[in-house]
């Protein structure tokens, strides 16, 4: 799995196991933790970067609890929550498992997840917006595991070849545009971008930073049938057909990331979750710069967004599985994740050790955009309408049909799809 684990454009749970997911609801009935016995628990992840931090957390709460063994799974993004569903439904999913925003809210209300506020969480020790996201009818399901937001990765060497000055806090989309066609070299086979179809990642910043919304009214209709939305995804439809960037095509063929870690890309908009994987990457690790998301015409706002462990309410194991979700979340959980540079720990005071771990690239700039940051997009059951979003997104990228047509579709059909939920 590579820098393409990002929170929300894959691995959303599919149309067919959310409706599976509504259906079966829990599996089988919750146990306690028994006895003094031996017990083994099955954490489930899809991010096989993080796995080793977690395999280090894992092995520190092994060595508290000597009855208890974890074994850890990864199951890859495109995948994930096809699986997990079809596990649950079956009796024999994970103890203990990654959440994200998008797919939270269906697995706790179909009680698929045990409660958490007796297990020891301290609110006050994770960010309230997160508290907020992992949070159902007043009962949190979640520990806060980490968070991220968005920049902007560059290559230096690309942006001296053009005689550009390095991207900084200010820059705006017109620099951001001029800089990208001038690192664009066809003979070379660099492009200066990429106009990656997945929202987190690229146009639901834009759409924000133009003054639009994704999902308006309370999350009950659609907010991409506005000229503010037509102008934020318009951006990467411009730069797609000025070459600047890859066509679709290409980009279906090709992860971005690779392009970009291979040293043929000057820029792309990426996680923070991405900064260990570029920094490391052999082509560009000695060139590879991060810098804050181009403003648009009404802000610079980022996309923020988080994952949660999350304990199996059927579980055999569901007070031990309880232990392992707030330890993972924790504080010495949080500590190990942050000294490797894999992810933002969501525990207040640890995410200073992530970014120095991460000392060839300006890392703070991910906590920078916090202040300014705004949510990502989701609802009850977001897997019923994300389907749609791509479709007309990928129709608009390809040039199949104009942003403004593609977005009132789009926004007609989501409306239909929020008024059931």
Known sequence: MRSRVFRYGMGVLGAAAAASLVLTGCSSGGGQAGGDGPVTLNYTIWDQNQEPALREAADAFEEQNENVTVDITVIPSADYWTKIQTQLSAGSGPDVFWVNGPNFQLYASNDQLAPLDDAGIDTADYPESLIDLYSYDDTLYGAPKDFDTIGVYYNKALFDQAGLAYPAAGWTWDDFVTAAEKITDPAAGVYGTAAAPYGQMTYYNTVFQAGGEVLTDGATKS????????????????????????????????????????????????GSWAAGTYSSAEAIK??????????????????????????????????????????????????????TGTVIPAFNGTQQEWVDALPTIDAQIFLDEVANATPLPISKNTAAWMPIEEKYIKEIFSGQTDTETGLAAMAEEIDAKLAEE
Not at 250 to 258: N, R, S
Not at 292 to 309: K, Y
């Open 286 to 339: 000695d060139v590879v710069g991060v810098a804050p998301l181009p403003a648009g015409p009404v802000s610079d706002t980022s996309v923020i967004h988080g994952l949660a462990n999350a304990a199996s309410a059927s579980s055999k194991n569901v007070e031990w599985a309880k232990k392992l979700a707030v330890f993972l979340s924790g504080e010495e959980g949080a500590q190990i994740q942050a000294k």
């Open 223 to 270: 907010g991409m049938d506005t000229p503010e939305a037509a102008e934020g995804v318009q951006l990467w439809v411009d730069l797609i057909e000025k070459g600047a960037s890859p066509t679709l095509q290409q980009l279906a063929d090709t992860w971005p990331g690779d392009t970009f870690s291979s040293g043929k890309m000057g820029m792309f908009f990426d």
